[in-house]
């Protein structure tokens, strides 16, 4: 079945710690993962994708096939992260449909 | 922010009632998508549709269906309103349906089926 898991409801850290969000997916063919992020009473937005391979505000994410993995990590929070993130995962060929993780809060104290 | 605006914003409906929801787009994308957002679940996908009079079912899409007569727009409509029904209901759209293509996202429409 295709999925994609992601362990942590809520994460809690304090300004300048690191942060890593967890994403595990599950699916038979070569899919593309993403990471999508909504400010508080923004849209949800594009933060990254494993094919550019870039790292954007800070963070990045590397695809481990072997675990299935896609965490977004950042060495050092900010306030400004504090927002909810969704790990997702597009597989089918031509239609741009997305599989979304159940999302994760990030809470960035100061 | 892209051109993709949800209509209405918020809506309180009552059970068996219909209901439907407007997703206009102003980027010629030719993907548009359908999801809901439930705590626990993510987001799950409805309708799509890949042009204009050309959709197909998603993960839940009992109880919904959808319209495309134009680019612009892609309508949402809950045929007999039910509890469960009550979420947040997200438009996307993208240029492309390439795996690796960005989805745009409207602002969400808050419903609630009472």
């Known amino acids: 079945a295709q999925r994609v898991t992601q362990p942590e409801k809520l994460l809690s850290v304090f300004k300048g710690a690191p942060v890593e969000l967890k994403c595990n997916y599950s699916?038979?063919?070569?899919?593309?993962l993403f990471w999508y992020v909504q400010y508080s009473r923004q849209r949800l937005q594009l933060l990254l994708r494993h094919i550019s391979r870039e790292s954007i505000k800070g963070f990045t994410a590397d695809l481990n096939k072997g675990e299935t993995s896609f965490h977004l990590k950042k060495p050092f929070a900010q306030e400004e992260d504090s927002a909810m993130y969704y790990c997702?995962?597009?597989?089918?060929?031509?239609?741009?449909?997305?599989?979304f993780g159940q999302g994760t809060t990030l809470q960035v104290k100061p | 922010d892209a051109g993709i605006t949800q209509s209405p914003r918020h809506k309180v409906t009552e059970t068996g009632t219909p209901v439907t929801l407007r997703c206009h787009q102003t980027e010629n994308h030719r993907y548009m998508y359908w999801y809901r957002q439930d705590p626990g679940h993510g987001l799950r996908l409805i309708h799509y549709?890949?042009?204009?009079?050309?959709?197909d079912k998603g993960e839940v899409s009992d109880g919904y269906s959808v319209s495309r007569s134009k680019t612009e727009d892609f309508l949402l409509t809950l045929e007999s309103a039910t509890s469960s029904q009550t979420s947040v209901y997200f438009c996307?759209?993208?240029?492309?349906?390439?795996?690796?293509?960005?989805?745009?996202f409207g602002q969400g429409t808050r419903l609630t089926v009472v």
């Open positions: 549709s890949y042009g204009v009079k050309d959709t």
């Open positions: 699916y038979s063919g070569s899919p593309e």
């Open positions: 997702a995962l597009s597989g089918s060929s031509n239609t741009g449909k997305l599989i």
């Open positions: 996307a759209t993208a240029p492309t349906g390439g795996l690796n293509t960005e989805a745009f």
